[in-house]
């Protein structure tokens, strides 16, 4: 906070003040104009807001200035009037809060929509391919297909690689094929297989180990696509007429092993690195599944042993009944605290947007004044009694409450005593547990000890709780990465296949109109072609989308929906200007959850509902607050479904209508299931056949552990 003469002088200054504009001492800056850390745009923004004040106006403006020592910062500055007794405006207030971070995150993000921007008007622009390349990536797909089948749910590695060299050997002739795996600690490149052909000694030049400098092998893990050598002048066998190439095995943007393969040939042609290309392509999804797979099926046996090794509960979790959320508990904890202590009232607070929130409260306070204060929130870095305790993570008992530590002390002044602990899960403090008591309190040994004690099996309840609910999610996401498997083996087996025919034989049907001479047939051979081979790029970006919703880690933030929605709603938008469409967009919640991850959700179900609404389409977007949790909804007046085929939509790769209907890979609402499912939410789909569809969704107020 700073006080300002009229002339906008710096009179006095809060601590707070000092840190926020980088001043060490105010002796260093008394009396020096406000203005003077600001300039350009912003300086004319803060001489717009003092001369309002002055006018005895409040006002508002965010923009760029610099600390005392020059360091460029971005600041929030709110100006006002102070009066005298006779309403003269005689002095300035001026509040200055530091958004450096939230204005740099924004730019960021700006500039990462706007690559994103660039990045997809760059694949507008994509492929044309010629007829005898679209042939080779026609073959390339179907090995890929075949290897899909191969392996079905498998998951073991070893027999995932094998699978890919009988693909490969069972396209490309006379070719052998090597498996090697990265040995870390011995700083080599082991062969854990082979696959030779009638010609063994083919793969002579290849040793059981390899060390990783190796300059193929170097550079295919440094490129991280397959290098293809011609004509190897140190080849043992025929030097003028091998070929090779090493492929790298990609899991999860590491390179965890090398496909080698060799062919007694002077060069490879088009088709067959392509084949080698989607084969390994093939062998690194089914790898990211496999270890995704394994990586659940731990998760789940480690939270299933520690959940059998929690004790019984205490006093604090008798008749917990069925599945008590951690709020609930707490509130129990205060009643079972309250009951032991003199007059009083409890409430747990959590920070939130920069203030300490209460979350639970039993009791109230006396004044009006300071139960609105406790409504309000108490800012955090300025409330003395609780950020001593957050900081500490130890327990503040006090006997006599100084009423002005922390608030206005005529609204303080029903408080005479209290406690403050830190309720502690996972090593860290995830709030505050504070007692305020009407009377002044002496505060026992056997006070601090009912208190720490009750709080310590809180903390460890809790944890179970989240653990518990943790390994409910864990293995809904195993359940939910197998049937996903499933359906990719599905898709990949009858969705790619049809295209593939597609390529092969309309690529066919264009070579010999261009033997006959009609141009004009084959032209539209090759339309078809081309149509063929973007539905299976499609498919294929759709399985690696659907796969990285479900391993890429969530940072879980407060996220404005509003601000997000509209934002998403834009860019719908822009996708098809000429598609009328009627926004109806209700007032939407800040919630807990990965912004990347809602911003792929909300795109999802609004695209969903402007496609899926042939004519002038109207879509209306609320929220509706529940004890625990917010539901979303996004409702639409398009062709809607048929209320039986209901369980399919979130399925990966189910759709309920034809391409020449809608286009599309089937596969958003099963991205959109994933990641409100790892968000500990839920979905569901209401509609009729031609009366329009209804998508929700729901998302804890608490995220999970």
Known sequence: MVILDLDARLLSLNQRGLDVL??????????????SFWSGEAGAQLESALGAARSGESRTFAGPGQTFTGAPRWWSVTVAPLRDEAGQ????????????AQTTTELARQGVQANLHLQAQGLERRVQEQTLELEARATALDAFVRFTEAVGTDIDQRRLAQQAAEVVQAHVHEVSVAYYELDAPANVWRRADW????????????????????????????????????????????????AAGFAPVTVRGEVSAIIAVGRPADRWTARDQAIV??????????????????????????LDRRAQQLETLLLLTEDQGEAPDPLTLIGRAQELVLELLPPGFAAYYEAQGGRWQVRVQTGEARSAAMQALIDAGFPVGTTPSFDQVAHSSEPAFVDVYDTAADVDPAEAQDVAAHATLPLITGGRVRGLFNVPLFGSRSWNPSDEAVLITTMQHLGVVIERLERSAQLIRSNAELQASNQELEAFTYSVSHDLRTPVRHVEGFATLALKELERGDVARAERHLRVVVGAAERMESVLDAMLTLSRAGR?????????????????????????????????????????GDPGALEQICRHLLENAVKFSPGPARVHVWAQERPQEWALFVQDDGVGFDPVYAGRLFGAFQ??????????????????????????????????AGQGATFGFTLPKTPGP
């Open 195 to 242: 696959s030779g052909n009638e010609r063994v000694d083919v793969v002579t030049w290849l040793p059981a180990d390899v060390p990783v400098h190796a300059p193929e092998f170097s550079e295919a893990v440094r490129r991280g696509e397959p290098v293809f050598v011609e004509g190897r002048g140190d080849a043992p066998v025929n030097p003028q007429d091998f």
């Open 655 to 688: 759709r309920l209508h034809t391409q020449r209907e809608f286009a599309g890979a089937g596969i958003g609402l099963a991205t959109v299931k994933r990641l409100v499912t790892r968000h500990g939410g839920q979905v569901w789909a209401e509609g009729r």
């Open 552 to 592: 890429s880690a969530l940072t879980v933030q407060a996220v404005c929906l509003t601000e997000l929605v509209d934002q998403v709603l834009k860019d719908v938008t822009l996708l098809d200007p000429d598609h009328a469409v009627t926004w109806t967009v209700d007032p939407l919640p800040v919630v807990q």
């Open 22 to 35: 980088g001043i060490p001492d105010f002796p260093a800056c008394h009396l020096m104009p406000l203005t």
């Open 89 to 100: 405006v005689t002095y300035l207030l001026a509040a200055l809060r530091d958004v450096t």
């Open 277 to 302: 290309r989607a084969v390994v392509r093939g062998l690194s999804l089914a790898l990211e599944r496999a270890e995704q797979a394994l990586e659940l099926t731990r998760q789940r046996d480690d």
